[in-house]
């Protein structure tokens, strides 16, 4: 019989992950299903089907339940914080994966906690858009030991990755280690892409001819990321896509590591500037391509870019 997973957190990526579990995972039982805010797991079990999925209570009902654990959790404290509740009950020979994004020192923490109470841990976090976790499409990224990886990898590629990065037999850190520099490359595509929009602006050279060179040199995530700045996306949305806490925690995050290596991230330090701009004119709600509205203001236009 296929093992039972537990899945915890249940955000714009987590929902998609689950998804695709329940669709591609070949399980023999329905994926149990918890949310701080329960609602979200009760909403997310309707669409799916209850025959499919089965929400719990509390995180010790899955836990007892299940033999895969996959948290995907907003940051550091939370996922140490649900950790810690995992690991008071009896996790000898579960397996937990966790798909967050956090700093690598957590990371390894994690890890070695988990693997003195007798459990396998994998860290994965994953690349892609909460779109790309919808449609089965991102990367994951999975460190620790080998055989723990093994046992993970049959959730990711073909289920709910188009890829993955195989760190098997490395430190759980370093998977964390590549997502922070990979979100790195991310920022910096939104801040040239904005910085870019509002000079064509600006110039008068207009923003169609710009987004459609981008469309053809730079496909894919630069081409999506401009058709939100230039569609008004970046302040429309009801819930952000990369929320802008987020985004500044991942910032945040590289920063911190560059300076213990003794380097510098100029440019994300730029885009951290920015994200700050975003915060203090959207709040919570502000989002990573609201870097595009934080440009605007800076060159004397309007946040939003529609009336």
């Known amino acids: 019989m296929a093992e039972r997973i537990f899945f915890i957190g249940l955000g714009n990526m987590g929902r998609g992950m689950v998804r695709n579990l329940v669709q591609k995972g070949n399980l023999s039982q329905p994926v149990l299903l918890y949310n701080r805010s329960k609602q979200r797991a009760i909403d997310l079990s309707v669409k799916l089907g209850s025959d499919k999925t089965e ?95 093994a046992r993970a990898k049959p959730y990711f590629k073909g289920v709910t990755s188009r890829a993955e990065i195989d760190m098997s037999g490395q430190p759980y850190s370093k998977s964390s280690l590549l997502k922070i520099i990979g979100n790195t490359f991310i920022l910096n595509m939104v801040e040239q892409l904005a910085e870019g929009h509002v000079l064509a602006e600006k110039t008068g050279l207009g923003n169609d001819y710009l987004d459609s060179w ?19 996306d970046y302040y429309k949305r009801d819930y952000p896509a990369f929320a802008v806490d987020l985004a500044r925690k991942d910032a945040g995050h590289a920063l911190s590591l560059a300076k213990a290596a003794g380097t510098r991230l100029g440019n994300v330090e730029v885009g951290d500037k920015h994200l700050a701009d975003v915060k203090a004119h959207a709040g919570e709600m502000g989002d990573l391509a609201g870097i595009y509205g934080a440009v605007r203001l800076e060159a004397g236009l309007k946040y939003e870019n529609q009336e």
């Open 55 to 149: 929400v719990v209570d509390t995180i010790a009902d899955g836990v007892s339940k299940a033999d895969v654990i996959f948290t995907c959790l907003s940051n550091d404290q939370v996922v140490e914080e649900t950790l810690a509740e995992i690991l008071k009950q009896d996790v000898q020979g579960k397996l937990i994966i966790d798909s967050s994004t956090i700093h690598p020192d957590s990371s390894q923490k994690n890890g070695e906690a988990a693997a003195a109470a007798g459990a396998d841990f994998v860290a994965a976090p994953v690349f892609g858009a909460p779109a790309m976790a919808d449609m089965g499409q991102l990367v994951g990224v999975l460190a620790g030991p080998a055989a723990s990886v």
């Open 214 to 232: 981008i469309k053809e040199m730079f496909p894919a995530p630069y081409a999506a990321y401009s058709q939100r700045m230039l569609s008004g």
